[in-house]
């Protein structure tokens, strides 16, 4: 669909939104919200916007007190920035493309997760003030060694650069079932944090997401993004938040064999954790622009109907989108309250 809805044209309910859509189910979201605010009240809670992807919901977030921001991609900087909301975000990622937030920097507090030599040089050059030194805590991903995090900070601090912290993001952690044993591991992970955090000094250690929320209790500020949206993946873990993302089909066919068609297929879902979940039957098989349900009642369902699919990994999904369309109810006849852009996407 092209981009030209403005929040003065809102389809008035969901039943004139174009489909597929990602709908937003409002109370739910703001009750995920302050729950993770009882935990990680103000600006020690630093949002990863690359689950939503959405300036919209960062301002939402900001209001409520949480003006600090963390993003995968320099876009997702950027983005932020463009939006007046560069008071203090983190790229918790490595690039070489660092001149492109050293380009913005004077119109924002910006900082970037270095972890090499190279990373370092490219923010240098780059034009980038401040930096965390990324440790690797047993994720197979960035992050330096513990051992090498000091030498980087003499590195960075010697070419003029603020190193404000470290950071340590123990993403093979988060689904970690048994919660005792979450707890255990992201321990064990935080002492490797910490330490690196005793060699290089600042005032910050960054880490954690929404997994993590509650067993990590050793970071000064934590870096969870999924929680305000959730999806399937996450919701087989013991956590309080509910998941207020739902992707809304149009149902195209109803066959006599038992079968009902949704015009809400792959290319509109990130598949990466399985199908999406559908709370009235089964999910038959997603294809490119269609999925097959298998209802409980199928006399109940005619073309035209509404259904709404539950993601099985929210980040992907949101990225295949143009907008979440905001809602206080999932009936056809609900009103539609607000279009958020999903503005961060890309590169
Ligand atoms: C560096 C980093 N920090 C934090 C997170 C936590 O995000 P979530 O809220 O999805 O657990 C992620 C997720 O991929 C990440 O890559």
């Not at 979450?182 to 992970?189: D, Y």
């Not at 509910?242 to 879902?269: F, H, N, Q």
């Not at 099985?312 to 907008?323: I, L, M």
Request: include cysteine.
């Amino acid at each position: 669909m092209t981009d030209t809805t403005t929040a003065s044209s809102l389809p008035a309910t969901l039943r004139q939104t174009p489909t597929p859509a990602l709908v937003v189910h409002l109370p739910t979201f703001d009750r995920n919200m302050a729950t993770m605010a009882e935990s990680w009240p103000g600006p020690s809670l630093r949002p990863h916007v690359k689950a939503f992807k959405s300036t919209a919901m960062a301002r939402r977030l900001a209001d409520a007190g949480h003006t600090s921001f963390c993003a995968a991609t320099p876009r997702e900087i950027e983005g932020l920035v463009a939006a007046g909301l560069g008071d203090d975000v983190l790229l918790a990622n490595e690039t070489l493309d660092a001149a492109r937030l050293g380009r913005i920097s004077d119109h924002a507090q910006i900082t970037v997760a270095v972890d090499s030599d190279v990373t370092l040089d490219a923010a240098i050059h780059g034009g980038v003030r401040s930096v965390l030194i990324d440790v690797e805590v047993g994720l197979p991903r960035c992050g330096c060694d513990v051992d090498d995090a000091a030498r980087l900070a003499d590195l960075a601090r010697a070419a003029g650069l603020d190193v404000r912290g470290v950071m340590g993001y123990e993403g093979h952690l988060m689904m970690v079932m048994d919660r005792a044993d979450r707890a255990r591991r992201v321990e064990a992970a935080m002492e490797i944090l910490l330490t690196a955090h005793a060699s290089v000094g600042g005032t910050i250690v960054s880490g954690g997401g929404t997994g993590t929320f509650d067993t990590n209790r050793w970071c000064t500020e934590l870096q969870a993004g999924s929680y305000l949206l959730m999806d399937n993946q996450y919701d087989t873990l013991d956590l309080p938040f509910e998941k207020s993302l739902s992707l809304m089909g149009t149902v195209i066919s109803v066959s006599a064999k038992g079968w009902i068609v949704v015009d809400a297929g792959l290319k509109a879902l990130g598949m990466d954790h399985g199908n999406p979940t559908w709370d009235h039957g089964d999910v038959f098989f997603c294809s490119d622009e269609h999925t097959t349900l298998l209802p409980r009642e199928p006399g109940e369902w005619s073309v035209g109907d509404r259904v709404h699919l539950w993601p099985g990994h929210v980040d992907p999904t949101v990225a295949r989108h143009e907008q979440f369309w905001v809602v206080d109810g999932l009936d056809a006849d609900d009103v539609v309250l607000d279009r958020w852009p999903i503005d961060l996407r890309h590169w």
